[in-house]
């Protein structure tokens, strides 16, 4: 895994074998933060990261200086490879949780600026994410949802939809 820009620009960190998880690929998460760049103060912007799965992109959040990431995931092989690579880069500013994501948005009460959520694409409940975050308004006003998902799923009639980018087999749908 690498991350691409910001204080921990160019790092390397190995993902073990065992993980099974479905990283964003370094070139859908370089275009991706292509975009986010023209409208995110990455100082002044708190995030959550849902499915973190290997903590690509929460890390990527925390180079970039966000000064508050909590990523949430449910495998424990996963959280603790999170775990690893947060102490191996010393960042602090990254709070993992090792929680079901459906049950972790039912209890949280904080608002972030960015909210990105990358699960599974066989996910069986995928479609009812952005009713979660909205339902919940976990959302600062101004802030951005940002569901990964592939090409089988399509969220441009939900009221809350903005834009969708496409970079090979993978889709983000953006929500404000």
């Given amino acids: ?19 099974k998880a479905r990283p964003t690929t370094d070139f859908a998460r370089e275009s991706l933060f292509n975009v986010l760049n023209n409208r995110v103060d990455w100082e002044e912007t708190t995030a959550l990261d849902l499915f973190s799965g290997t903590g690509s992109v929460a890390l990527e959040f925390v180079s970039r200086g966000c000064p508050f990431v909590v990523n949430v995931e449910t495998n424990q092989n996963h959280y603790n490879f999170i775990c690893k690579a947060q102490e191996l880069l010393g960042a602090k500013e990254l709070f993992p949780v090792k929680a079901d994501v459906f049950k972790y948005l039912q209890s949280v009460k904080q608002k972030f600026d960015l909210i990105f959520a990358d699960p599974p694409y066989d996910l069986q409940s ?30 441009s009639a939900h009221p809350h939809f903005v834009s969708e980018r496409k970079y090979g087999n993978v889709h983000f749908s953006f929500f404000e």
């Fill in 1 to 19: 895994m690498r991350i691409i820009s910001g204080k921990y620009k160019s790092r390397r960190i190995p993902v073990p074998a065992n993980l």
């Fill in 126 to 155: 995928i479609d009812t994410i952005p009713d979660l975050i909205f339902k919940k308004e976990l959302l600062k006003p101004e802030g951005v949802f940002i569901l990964e998902h592939s090409r089988k799923q399509n969220f």
